[in-house]
Structure formats: structure tokens, C-alpha cells
């Protein structure tokens, strides 16, 4: 594993700059040049984009969400919805259970964030840099943080309007520019709507990893806590989106 770090620490070198990695046990501390970052959320992005087209063409899988109520100690204190999806390829899906029941025809909650949306909005939004060359499950990756610009103009979509008042960290695999995992967390609160809807707190985390040379979601978790009138107050939440059950389709 020592001699895949090195090479890793190499190719950054002669893509990067002649800039020196110092090596602590299984972490290397890197210097870069500041849009060594951009270059690579951007090549991020793009292997994502083509990895979605095979994914959807290839794959059927399983999706489960989960939404559960928290207590001030974020402890669940009652589990609000449950829905196991089926996916098939083409992007087809199917409910076959609803809160613990089997279901044959029901309407879907579709996924409330999507990690190429969080990627290009950071790009769009936030600063960020190269913290180090780090090991998370056994493979080397670059781990970047990001933060909010402090002049960034507040105006975008759900997922803009939380990124860009967040900052946070991902784990770039090295060798396949893949993410394997971000998390990120709002720094400062947001209302719409005329103040019928504000929220103070948004926490992000999502994983990949890789199935049949494939780039796959496994989890998504968004900890959220807001007002809203139509809610008829104050709501904490968890929210779960599990992906497992993967088969290629040939």
C-alpha cells in the first residue's frame, strides 16, 4: 500500500508543481497550486456525468429512504416515513414498500439532493483547497475542504442555497476521480417565502464506492431543522437515503 501512496505522491508532483509531500505514517501533508482544487472537482464532475450514463444503463438496485424525527439530542424519537424503491435500468423505479408494508402502485419521493448538483454548486460557490493525500477505505484519496465565499451572492437553487452557507470536506479517490465521500455543514441560516419557511440547520454526508468497475451511491444523509408554517412550526429531522442490492444487467 506504501508503494501506491508513493505513486500517488509522484503523479501529484509532476502534475502539480514540484511542490513536496511530507509522509506521516499513511498521510501525506501536500502543498499545490490554488486551482489544483477546481481542476480536480471539474474532472470529478465530468467522470460522474459519464459513470451516471453506464450506471442508469447497466444497473438495477435499491433505494431506501427513511425520515425520522429528532429530539434536541438527536435522538429519533419516531421514524415518519419509510420507502423501498426498486430501480431498474433505463431509470425506471418501482415502490415495493411503504412504512413496513408491501406496496404495488404509490407516488415516489425522489431524492431531495444529488451529488452532481452538490459538486457543481461547490464549484460555483466555494473556495476550496488540497488539505492532504489521506487513506480512507484502504485507497488513497485527496481530501479537500471547502467554504463559503464571503461576498457569494445568495441567489440559486435548494441545493445553492445551502452550499453556498456551508463549508466542509471530500475525499477524492485518486485514481478514478470519484468521490467516496463529502460531508458538509451550514454555517449560517436562510429563509424564502417571506419568512413562512427558515432554515438553521443542514447537515450533508454522502458515500460512493464501486460495483463492477462502476461508481454506485451507498448512503445520503441530510440532518435538517426548520420552521415552517405549513409544518405549523419547528421540525428536526433525519434523513436517510440507502442504496444497496446492486445487479448488472447485461
Known amino acids: 500500500m506504501k508503494g501506491w501512496l508513493f505513486g500517488a505522491f509522484v503523479l501529484t ?31 470529478v464532475i465530468t467522470r460522474a456525468k459519464e459513470n451516471d450514463n453506464i450506471k442508469k444503463e447497466k444497473l438495477a438496485y435499491k433505494r431506501t429512504y427513511t425520515v425520522e424525527n429528532l429530539d434536541d439530542n438527536e435522538k429519533v424519537t419516531d421514524e415518519e416515513k419509510k420507502e423501498v424503491v426498486i430501480i431498474r435500468p433505463g431509470g425506471k423505479e418501482r415502490m415495493i414498500e411503504k412504512n413496513g408494508k408491501p406496496i404495488n402502485n404509490s407516488k415516489i419521493s425522489k431524492p431531495k439532493i444529488d451529488l452532481i448538483k452538490v459538486l457543481e454548486a461547490v464549484l460555483k460557490l466555494d473556495e476550496f483547497n488540497i488539505i492532504k493525500i489521506d487513506m480512507l477505505d484502504d485507497r488513497p484519496c485527496y481530501m479537500i475542504n471547502f467554504k463559503p465565499k464571503s461576498n457569494q451572492n445568495d441567489k440559486g437553487d435548494n441545493v445553492e442555497d445551502i452550499i453556498v452557507r456551508s463549508e466542509g470536506i471530500m475525499y477524492v479517490d485518486i485514481e478514478k476521480f470519484y468521490i467516496k465521500k463529502i460531508s458538509a455543514w451550514m454555517t449560517r441560516p436562510y429563509s424564502r417565502a417571506g419568512g413562512l419557511f427558515s432554515l438553521s440547520r443542514a447537515n450533508i454526508e454522502m ?41 448488472l444487467i447485461q
Open 13 to 43: 508532483c509532476i502534475v502539480f508543481g514540484p511542490r513536496t509531500p511530507t509522509l506521516l505514517g499513511q498521510i501525506a501533508f501536500i502543498q499545490t497550486h490554488p486551482n489544483t482544487g477546481e481542476f480536480i472537482v471539474h474532472t
Open 207 to 247: 458515500t460512493e464506492e464501486e460495483f463492477e468497475g462502476i461508481i454506485v451511491m451507498k448512503s445520503a444523509i441530510i440532518i435538517d431543522r426548520y420552521w415552517s408554517i405549513l409544518r405549523g412550526g419547528t421540525v428536526f429531522e433525519k434523513q436517510t437515503y440507502e442504496y444497496g442490492d446492486y445487479q
